[in-house]
Structure formats: C-alpha cells, structure tokens
C-alpha cells in the first residue's frame, strides 16, 4: 500500500531532475532548440 507512493514520489523527482538538466541544456546551448 506504501511502495505505490514511495513509487510516485520516486518518479516525480525523477522527472523534476530530467526537467532541471533540459533546461540547463536549453540555456547552454543557444541556437540549438
């Protein structure tokens, strides 16, 4: 019943540092969208 939420926490982060790293890239690399 606990692992679902540890489940959806684990995946929220997940997505929240994928989305940090694209937007570092995006502000890295100007010209290349």
Known sequence: ???WILGS???V???LI???QI???KN???GCG
């Open 28 to 30: 890295g690399q100007s």
């Open 9 to 11: 926490v684990i995946a």
């Open 23 to 25: 937007k570092r890239t």
């Open 18 to 20: 994928i989305v940090r």
């Open 1 to 3: 019943m606990i692992d």
């Open 13 to 15: 982060s997940v997505v």
